[in-house]
């Protein structure tokens, strides 16, 4: 295959970036979206040229680092993550357009590469049970029903990457912050922090400068892992309820 | 062993515009995403119940001048001998305009809110750009228009053609729809008003965190149903008018 | 033969903290032995720790919960990614909740019997008694395991074992587990206990009078390097898999933080125990830039075959039942499709030797779950391995519901790493080396779902532990500056070595020298190796080094975010790296786990070790670049697990 891609390319942080076109031959079916970039990296380095820097790191669509809008879609047109994608949901001679996530909590840290950290500031906002190492009691203490702990992996299945922003025309992080909030707050071993977990990670989703939802429903199209829309409906319903029990 | 180990909650490092708000009050609620949302959902849902009741209202306009003024009438003393003449009137006025009002600025809000979160654009555009997301603030502000052309025509009567009759409001209704004017306006804000409906209901429900998997389709199905009735509602006052049902 | 694999013997190394006595009580013993430092006293004490993995993130979290002012490192964006994530079957514990006989002297057993032999004792029976705590601390984290409808927590068997000890949450164990600890270690950053730097790469290992004070480490982001100082430093770097170029690991998992260790004194231990995973999905062509691993647990249902025809390129549905070899049922009748790792893999390289392997190259033998979906209906199977069925068939754009999956062995695993002693101190006092960094626990093999057990181990339950004994007898250590000499000169390495990669303008990519060496080492040094092999790649890894140094060609400067240069210096590593890997297996003239010698091996192709010259670990000594190391034996000695020709037949 022969394609042509237009590749966002921005030097550093604090420079203007703009879309530059680039050509790239025998592209197999077989290969990974990163891999056919990986080949034009092999190429720019030979010519002398900088290669197009891009998060990625397992390759196996769990760590959640890889991360470009392809054809204005988070992740491209399947919905999987970036690494997960193949050449062969393309057609020989097709022009791409790849573009870093877009979202003023996520800046451009080069290229394609932006900064994430606004959600682990989220997570450490109270995404977490407070069981220190030892504490612990026997694991068969406390049944959970299996319906529960089906409906808490189903939303521990979220992998951090912030297609969820960068699909969200508000770019909002609701979605991620509704996968954690439900993850724990179902479970019984989340229950006593259910409160102060959702107060606290909202108040610094919207601290990082992340979008308010207006459910158009982007984020869970893009989202690779699934994690259903109606979380972010069940969140709210966390937060209402914890904002009308606690005392703020 | 416990020593220091408890979480102490350290400032936000956050990049963001927004600042961390104070805990505490219903100032809390205003401050957050989800707070300003769930005001927007509640004068919301007190819009839409008063947007039923004044269908039905208007639909009394088919039953003659008699039965259609007689109700116009009563708004006026609703609520007597307890209240005193139109106190039930601007009680519901002052409901609605605390409604309108905190809708219209939580939206406005939240809507600068949202652009700034997303300040640069995809170079490549899609065409399902959000459809709900610009219904919602472009129909949004159709309505807010709308609202202050509707209460200087009929209730204020400053832009009424023809002779504004105070206590007739059978014949101002009919004045109005004589118009063209009149027509296109009533009936492009009650389009923006049926979409608005249709995705706000259901907006509403996920926000108050009604919604969830299982109702997802009672919920839409609702909404279309409710967008759909008040529409129909509302438009056939003027198309009676039109067609000289109503004369 | 090379000057290189002209090693000198030292003297023997000895584990001396594991204490006397029943292997059984020397943990609690250990523990009671060790001196405490005063829960006051611990805000004074900063550790540095590298990684974020299961044994990182746990670790970091639970120092910083015990009061030590914590300064952590990864690589990654954010501390959640680290390639413990990828994890996938589960984790092992000895709760014999199924009640079908586990014990933790079951798993002590299995362990060491599965690592072939080549495990110490007592470090693999404290992991089986931690197993039990680790189920209780994650379940407490609110790590979502699969249950059961009473609301119990489900377990599946794994390869190599007969009793159902297997916890998971689906195909998602890892990630599960890595989250928990990640949400742990986000309390400490939020507690400000822990001071987090993502997006930095230790670079290399400051050693002051001769104790590890502080690393050198890069900001990716600025390029900037910075020198971190603290009272001990915890490797938790994971494994080198990554010296095959191809393999399951993640692209960026290197073995800079722990070669540089090395460099700098800490003994490296049997680096040529890999493991090879029988299940991976196999390569497509050159282009291929790592290997995705299908779970073992898919060998719970899946059944592993070939045509018994030479060449037979018939669709597998095509190929009628008395046509097919399910060489794993016919060799190892009462293990069948779970056999240990080693043995699954090296029975599939058999096999496509033979020219019976299938697909592209015949690099692959059928994993069918026909009889699976007969008899468990599809729904059952999709419930079990769904997730792996999807990111199988959008690997490959086929069906495995329909079509038998192709798999193939590919390098997943190191059970060598870092020497350390019982208390997870390596040679270097202050250093220590937790996890797949280490080299202590799983001997030449690793059982299936014990990687996460092990990691958790050490990081929630054994380093907490014993690092307070180094701190407690060195209270008061002289705070290092930028200005000391040996500091200095760490620095000054570390800055040539960037600015020499970057001046060097040749015209090759990183990443042809990395596939270069990765080929040879998986061709003489991967599933099967021969003096021959072995010999032939440590003459050709110098002149790889040398044509590197020559033709490396890396853009950009230093001073910014620069991938190629990032890949170019962890090269340097791997180039001397594979020549100890390289010399390891050559002088471990047995088959032992992992390592397999043709030269040893019994008249039906298993391995045979030879207990009598190797039951040791081979602990290497760095002398300097390209000089022979120095073998230091520690004898491994087996008071409760007898050694015996594994059999799985």
């Keep these: 295959m022969k394609l042509t891609l237009r590749v966002w390319r921005q030097p550093a942080a604090d420079t203007d970036g703009a879309m530059t076109t680039y050509e790239v031959d025998s592209v197999s079916p077989d290969m990974s979206f990163l891999e056919m970039l990986d080949t034009l990296n092999e190429e720019l380095i030979l010519r002398g040229e900088d290669p197009v820097a891009f998060d990625h790191d397992c390759r196996e669509g769990i760590c959640g680092a890889c991360s470009l809008v392809i054809n204005g879609d988070a992740h491209g047109p399947e919905r999987t993550t970036s690494c997960q994608l193949h050449m062969r949901s393309f057609q020989d001679g097709d022009t791409i357009d790849v573009e870093p996530w877009r979202a003023a909590a996520f800046p451009v840290v080069k290229d394609l590469v932006v900064d994430r950290s606004a959600f682990d500031r989220i997570i450490q906002a109270g995404g977490y049970v407070s069981a220190p190492t030892g504490s612990a009691p026997e694991a068969h203490a406390t049944p959970v029903p299996k319906a529960d702990a089906d409906f808490a992996f189903e939303h521990a299945e979220c992998i951090g990457c912030g297609a969820c922003v960068a699909a969200c025309p508000n770019g909002s992080a609701m979605l991620f912050t509704s996968a954690k909030v439900n993850h724990l707050g179902v479970l019984p071993q989340g229950a006593p922090e259910r409160e102060t977990r959702v107060l606290d990670m909202v108040d610094q989703m919207d601290a990082e400068g992340f979008g308010g939802c207006t459910l158009t429903g982007e984020c869970a199209t893009a989202c690779p892992k699934g994690i259903p829309l109606p979380s972010i409906a069940a969140m709210n319903k966390e937060w209402l309820r914890a904002a009308r029990k606690s005392p703020r | ?247 | 033969m090379t000057s290189y694999a002209s090693y000198t013997t030292g003297e023997p190394v000895a584990d001396t903290k594991a204490p006397e006595g029943p292997v059984a009580e020397r943990w609690d013993t250990r523990r009671f032995e060790a001196k405490l430092v005063n829960p006051a006293n611990r805000r004074g004490h900063t550790v540095i720790v590298v990684g974020t993995g299961l044994a990182g993130g746990s670790a970091g979290a639970t120092l910083a919960e015990q009061g030590y002012h914590v300064v952590q490192f990864c690589y990654q964006d954010s501390p959640r990614r680290a390639h413990s994530i990828a994890a996938q079957g589960g984790i092992n514990a000895a709760k014999n909740y199924r009640n079908d006989g586990d014990s933790i002297h079951r798993l002590f057993y299995d362990t060491v019997k599965g690592g072939d032999f080549r495990a110490r004792e007592s470090n693999v029976h404290r992991l089986a008694q931690i197993s039990v705590e680790i189920i209780d601390q994650c379940v407490a984290q609110g790590v979502p395991f699969a249950r059961e409808y009473g609301g119990l927590l489900d377990t599946r068997s794994f390869g190599g074992v007969q009793v159902s000890r297997t916890f998971y949450a689906r195909g998602q164990t890892g990630q599960q587990l890595l989250l928990g600890a990640y949400q742990a270690l986000s309390r400490q950053i939020a507690a400000g206990n822990v001071e987090l730097h993502a997006r930095t790469e230790m670079l290399d290992l400051i050693v002051v009078d001769g104790k590890a004070r502080g690393i050198v480490a890069r900001d990716l982001v600025t390029g900037k390097i910075d020198t971190y100082y603290a009272d001990a430093v915890v490797l938790a770097s994971g494994g080198y898999g990554n010296v095959f170029y191809l393999s399951t690991n993640a692209m960026n998992s290197n073995a800079t933080a722990v070669w540089r260790a090395h460099r700098r004194g800490a003994y490296f231990a049997n680096p040529c125990f890999t493991q090879i995973h029988p299940t991976c999905i196999p390569r497509t062509g050159d282009h291929q830039s790592k290997l995705t691993l299908m779970s073992e647990s898919l060998r719970n249902d899946g059944r592993i075959w070939v045509p018994k025809a030479h060449g037979d390129t018939r669709p597998p549905r095509e190929i009628p039942e008395d046509e097919r070899d399910y060489y794993l049922e016919r060799i190892y009748p009462s293990f069948g499709n779970l056999v240990p790792r080693d043995i699954a893999s090296r029975a599939a390289k058999n096999v496509c030797d033979e020219g019976r392997g299938v697909g592209p190259g015949g690099q692959g033998v059928y994993l069918d779950f026909a009889d699976a979906i007969q008899r468990m209906g599809r729904a059952k199977v999709e419930e079990k391995y769904g997730n792996l069925f999807d990111m199988y068939a959008r690997i490959t754009a086929e069906d495995p519901y329909e079509v038998p999956m192709r798999i193939y062995p590919a390098v997943h695993y190191t059970m060598g790493g870092l020497w350390v002693d019982y208390d997870l101190s390596t040679t270097v006092p202050g250093l220590f080396a937790i996890g797949e960094a280490n080299f202590s626990d799983h001997g030449a093999n690793r059982l299936g779902a014990s990687a996460l057990m092990q990691g958790l181990a050490d990081g929630y339950f054994v380093l907490p532990s014993t690092i307070n004994d180094y701190l407690a007898r060195n209270p008061h250590q002289d705070p290092v500056t930028d200005t000391h000499p040996a500091v200095q000169e760490v620095v000054a390495e570390t800055e040539d070595r960037l600015n020499l990669l970057l001046a060097v303008d040749g015209d090759r990519t990183p990443d042809s020298f990395h596939r270069e060496l990765g080929e040879l080492m998986w061709e003489f040094c991967g599933m099967a190796r021969t003096e021959e092999g072995l010999l032939k790649a440590l003459g050709r890894i110098p002149g790889i080094r040398d044509e590197f140094w020559r033709r490396i060609k890396v853009p950009g400067t230093g001073e910014e975010f620069n991938q190629s240069l990032e890949k170019a210096n962890r090269i340097v590593d791997y180039l001397e790296l594979a020549e100890l890997m390289c010399l390891d297996a050559l002088h471990r003239a047995e088959s032992c786990g992992g390592h397999f010698r043709e030269e040893s091996q019994t008249p039906d192709g298993e391995a045979a070790r030879r207990d009598e010259e190797f039951s040791y670990a081979a602990a290497w000594e760095f002398t300097s670049p390209g000089e022979a190391p120095v073998l230091h034996k520690e004898d491994l000695v087996f008071e409760y697990v007898h050694p015996t020709q594994r059999s799985y037949a």
């Design chain 2, 1 to 247: 062993m416990a020593l220091d180990t408890r979480t102490r909650r350290t400032p936000s490092k956050g990049t963001g515009a927004g600042q961390r708000p104070v805990r505490g009050g219903p100032r809390a609620l205003w401050d957050s995403t989800i707070g300003k949302k769930a005001v927007m959902a509640v004068t919301g849902l007190i819009m839409l119940g008063y947007l039923v009741a004044h269908m039905m209202g208007n639909l009394k306009i088919f039953f003659g001048p008699g039965e259609f003024n007689g109700y116009g009438h009563w708004l006026r003393t609703m609520g007597a001998p307890v209240l005193h003449h139109e106190w039930g009137l601007w009680l519901v006025r002052i409901v609605l305009v605390v409604a309108v009002v905190g809708h219209a600025v939580a939206a406005y809000q939240l809507s600068r809110r949202d652009i700034r979160a997303r300040p640069a654009k995809y170079a490549h555009t899609k065409r399902r750009t959000s459809y709900a997301t610009r219904t919602m603030r472009w129909g949004g502000v159709i309505l807010a228009l709308f609202i202050v052309w509707h209460v200087l025509d009929l209730t204020t009567g400053h832009t009424h053609p023809g002779g504004f009759q105070e206590g007739h409001p059978y014949q101002n209704v009919v004045d109005t729809f004589s118009t063209w004017y009149g027509n296109v306006i009533y009936l492009v804000a009650v389009l923006a008003m049926g979409l608005h409906v249709r995705h706000g209901f259901w907006s509403a429900a996920q926000t108050l965190g009604v919604g969830n998997a299982r109702r997802e389709r009672v919920l839409k199905a609702g909404a279309n149903g409710l967008a759909l009735l008040l529409t129909a509602g509302f438009v056939s006052v003027p198309v009676a008018v039109m067609t000289g049902l109503v004369s």
